[in-house]
């Protein structure tokens, strides 16, 4: 089944304690994104990824880092949590080969509560 | 700098009533335009998306209209049901060259039986 995973779903965390989130997608897709959802806000782009190696900031990167290593997996890191990215986050991928299939699947989320 | 704007925030209805979401954004400059639907605590689905090129989208009961001039997107839904009832949010990739995709902030709808 194609699908975007993530993990771990729900995570509870305290300020300063260094986190990473996963992202998988079996697609082969070129392209992956995180983003996170806030009350009143909606969805706002973290990073995204073009290809492996290639990553580009969103509109709100600051406190997060990402890396592409492998085509599959794309994990959001927080080397220093705050209270303020307490948060839904999701994980998303597309493919950008066929122009006119380039829909963004997403994951599940995941809820972080950082105290 | 590129705003997405759903209005209304929330909306109910009855039960077989058609109805008309509305998405807005303010540079025309975009690559595709894709709406999802949101159930409560879930990911977002994928429903219908729209290239740049395209001046709409049809899927079931779902009809996805793209007029870039103006900057406007409607979601058509056809013959309303409770199963309906979830927030629907639109969001727009730039225009080629960019990556970036800006969401809006959603339009919650509630179908009454």
């Known amino acids: 089944e194609a699908q975007v995973t993530q993990n771990p779903r729900y995570l509870i965390t305290v300020t300063g304690k260094k986190l990473t989130v996963t992202c998988s997608q079996n697609?082969?897709?070129?392209?992956m994104s995180w983003y996170r959802q806030d009350p009143g806000l909606g969805l706002r782009q973290i990073y995204y990824?073009?290809?492996?190696?290639?990553?580009d900031k969103g509109d709100v990167p600051e406190g997060y880092k990402v890396s592409r290593k492998e085509k599959r997996n794309f994990p959001l890191i927080l080397e220093s949590p705050s209270p303020n990215q307490t948060s839904l986050y999701f994980c998303?991928?597309?493919?950008?080969?066929?122009?006119?299939?380039?829909?963004?699947?997403f994951g599940p989320g995941t809820r972080l509560t950082v105290l | 700098k590129q705003e997405v704007t759903q209005i209304p925030a929330a909306l109910s209805v009855p039960e077989g009533e058609n109805l008309v979401l509305n998405c807005s954004f303010t540079?025309?400059?975009?690559?595709?335009l894709q709406w999802f639907r949101q159930d409560p605590g879930k990911g977002l689905t994928s429903l219908l998306l729209?290239?740049?090129?395209?001046r709409e989208q049809t899927s079931g009961r779902l009809n996805a209209s793209l007029d870039k001039s103006s900057g406007r997107s409607t979601l058509y839904i056809a013959a309303s049901q409770p199963g309906d009832s979830a927030t629907y949010l639109c969001?727009?990739?730039?225009?080629?060259?960019?990556?970036?995709?800006?969401f809006g902030t959603g339009t919650r709808l509630k179908v009454l039986a």
């Open positions: 998303a991928s597309s493919s950008l080969r066929d122009s006119g299939n380039n829909e963004q699947f």
């Open positions: 697609m082969n897709h070129e392209y």
């Open positions: 990824s073009m290809n492996v190696e290639v990553t």
């Open positions: 540079d025309s400059a975009i690559y595709n």
């Open positions: 729209i290239q740049s090129s395209q």
């Open positions: 969001a727009v990739r730039q225009a080629s060259g960019t990556y970036k995709y800006i």
